[in-house]
């Protein structure tokens, strides 16, 4: 369910006066059947529960029965509904369809049309541009309908009016919304609307003027007409009583002029900080671009020390294929020297026979043992080789486990660091949070000031 007082105050001004004065032309508790005209919102259905609200739009949403339609051709029968409303649309209809669009809604209206908004004065226009000058020089952005209000430029009210005549209407124009009050709390309204911190306090703000200053806010130039026609029998809405007198509540506009003060105070407050926050923002940016440095740098020595264990993986699988080798020529040679002792031991027998050619058979066979002593030798000073070799590997790793260990030290220190600069803006947040309490503060005194009394 819609909170009706937490709506921003202009888009409560022009529901408020609209539903308001068609209750004044109710009869009864009879429910009407309502064209609401550029109501993708349907918000009028929020503000006059009982009846039965129609919507038609050129844009979409996703309000329920919303018809896709043009206000200046609408897909209705003659004399469709008993009320005819249109809430801030005239004006962004191009002007050349304008006369069409209030035509329109005198057709399908079989007793009223309401038809709220801003309307040309040179009060009005100044106003806006005003409005446009605060947004673009404060806020730095551009609102897309007070632009098509300047591009369009706003309607003519005594237009609207004749076009309602023509088509057989009794008229009258009722005017709301002080232009000096409504331009400085459309500044303030686009203000909170910009920081998001201050969005809540908004809803608090729309509900004190809602409820507090809508009905008196009347006086002086105004910034919106609601144009009404009645046709056939139906009498226009009397309009006696339908505001409070012309004065707002005591106390009340200064303590919207407090508000006011203490939101100047926020934005000088706020304009202070921000170049402190954008220079720890800039540490905090360094910080993380150093600390990807040493991530990169570590990413580095990673890959080194894994091409490091490829590389001794490679000299492992090496020095094993080789001392597998070694133990087989190790083995052969065994086993070559087993045959030879064979030999020799048949020679030996031999010798009992031949004696000088068994002298000769064992000088020759010394001599190749002696050269398989040899090449034993020279095998296991290989074999010795290798190890050494292994050995110098072992300490190279080594050596870049070392570097990896120094490299993670400097992360941790970094991390510190970080973690002090996480800590300081901790502290900035802790402030900025304790100047909305103060506002909130405000506000609460503003509501126990200005709201509902106690019975």
Request: charged share 25%; proline share 4%.
């Amino acid at each position: 369910m819609i909170d009706l007082l937490a709506l921003p105050f202009d888009q409560y001004q022009r529901y408020r006066l609209v539903a308001d004065l068609v209750d004044r032309v109710r009869i009864g508790d009879r429910p009407f059947r309502i064209l609401d005209v550029g109501g993708r919102t349907a918000l009028l259905r929020a503000f006059l529960p009982n009846d039965d609200v129609a919507l038609v739009d050129v844009d979409p949403s996703d309000a329920e029965g919303l018809v896709l339609g043009d206000g200046s051709k609408l897909p209705y029968q003659d004399g469709a509904f008993e009320v005819v409303a249109a809430f801030d649309t005239l004006e962004h209809v191009p002007p050349a369809l304008r006369e069409a669009f209030v035509a329109e809604c005198a057709r399908v209206s079989s007793g009223y049309v309401f038809i709220a908004g801003p309307y040309q004065a040179p009060r009005v226009d100044q106003a806006e541009e005003i409005l446009q000058a605060f947004l673009r020089e404060k806020l730095n952005s551009e609102h897309r309908y007070l632009a098509e209000h300047r591009t369009n430029g706003l309607p003519i009210r005594e237009a609207t009016e004749n076009g309602l005549r023509a088509a057989g209407a009794q008229v009258a124009s009722v005017g709301h919304a002080n232009l000096d009050r409504w331009l400085v709390m459309m500044c303030m309204e686009l203000y909170l609307d910009h920081d998001p911190k201050l969005r809540p306090i908004a809803a608090e703000f729309f509900r004190f003027y809602n409820q507090a200053m809508y009905a008196s806010d009347h006086a002086g130039t105004v910034y919106r007409h609601c144009v009404v026609a009645a046709f056939g029998d139906h009498a226009l809405p009397d309009t006696t009583d339908l505001f409070a007198p012309a004065i707002a509540p005591t106390g009340s506009l200064a303590a919207l002029a407090d508000l006011g003060l203490e939101l100047v105070k926020f934005d000088s407050e706020a304009d202070a900080w921000e170049p402190e926050i954008a220079r720890l923002k800039g540490i905090i940016s360094d910080v993380e671009e150093d600390l990807a440095g040493h991530k990169q740098r570590l990413s580095d020595k990673s890959d080194d020390l894994a091409a490091h264990e490829a590389t001794l993986t490679d000299l492992r699988a090496t020095y094993d294929t080789t001392l597998a080798e070694h133990a087989a020529e190790v083995q052969t040679l065994e086993a070559d020297l087993a045959a030879r002792g064979a030999t020799i031991e048949a020679l030996r027998a031999e010798c009992v026979k031949l004696e000088a050619d068994q002298l000769r058979a064992v000088a020759d066979h010394k001599a190749v043992i002696d050269g398989l002593v040899v090449d034993v030798t020279k095998a296991t000073e290989a074999y010795q080789g290798e190890v050494q070799h292994r050995q110098g590997v072992e300490a190279i790793l080594a050596e870049t486990q070392a570097a990896a260990a120094d490299i993670e030290d400097n992360l941790r220190s970094a991390q510190a660091g970080l973690a002090h600069l996480n800590g300081v803006l901790q502290e900035r947040d802790a402030e900025l949070a304790a100047l909305r309490a103060r506002l909130r503060d405000r506000v609460d005194s503003l509501k126990r000031a200005f709201g509902p009394k106690p019975k």
